[in-house]
């Protein structure tokens, strides 16, 4: 009996532990992936604003689509988010649920961080 709760301690344990250590991973390491796609947007859109002196419209689909942005079809929305405000700045926001803080690149920042948008609506 005293082995059994031993195991079972040690395994609570490791999950705490497992799970400390996941949370305090960078985001560069833990989001990897939608990073990546991220950066691949960020060139897309800073030559979109070389070629057009100005960024893509929040609402234009068509060219937003062709710079790479996914559209998810039952949603009507973009992944990652684009938003833009009248500064010549933008946001990328993957948003994972309704309450942020969520993964953002700002383009005044010019960093990845977990946050909530600086741009308003």
Do not use: C, H, Q
């Amino acid at each position: 009996m005293k082995k059994i709760i031993i195991i079972i301690v040690s395994i609570l344990l490791l999950i705490v532990i497992a799970f400390t250590v996941y949370w305090n991973l960078p985001i560069e390491m833990t989001r990897k992936s939608d990073i990546k796609f991220g950066n691949e947007l960020i060139g897309n859109i800073e030559n979109y604003e070389k070629t057009y002196k100005k960024l893509p419209e929040n609402n234009d689909w068509k060219t937003l689509e062709k710079l790479g942005f996914k559209k998810e079809e039952d949603m009507m929305m973009l992944k990652p988010e684009y938003k833009t405000d009248n500064n010549a700045t933008y946001e990328l926001i993957y948003t994972d649920g309704f309450d942020g803080p969520y993964l953002i690149w700002n383009s005044k920042e010019k960093k990845w961080t977990i946050d909530f948008s600086k741009i308003e609506n």
